[in-house]
């Protein structure tokens, strides 16, 4: 469960990261494509953001199919117990 808090911590960060990314870039005034040339290293942060949050949201997709496997045995487990 450690695995999966740490993941969805990492996943929250990310897209706080992007949100912050996307804030500022709206509130920058410039439009995508437009002026001259500072809009790049926005878009270049968006594009890191995006990354890294689908990269968290991959970490975390797998983090929970471990977790739903084990919890499943588990439970397996126990109504075998319980039977017995």
Not at 26 to 44: C, I, L, N
Not at 49 to 62: G, H, V
Not at 72 to 79: A, G, N, Q, V
Request: hydrophobic content about 35%; proline content about 1%.
């Amino acid at each position: 469960m450690a695995q999966l808090d740490q993941a969805t911590k990492r996943l929250q960060t990310a897209l706080d990261s992007l949100e912050r990314a996307v804030e500022s870039r709206s509130g920058s005034g410039s439009g995508p494509g437009g002026g001259d040339g500072g809009g790049d290293g926005g878009e270049a942060d968006l594009r890191a953001a995006l990354d890294l949050a689908r990269q968290e949201n991959a970490a975390l997709q797998d983090a929970a199919g471990a977790v739903a496997t084990r919890l499943d045995k588990t439970i397996e487990r126990l109504k075998a117990t319980l039977e017995a």
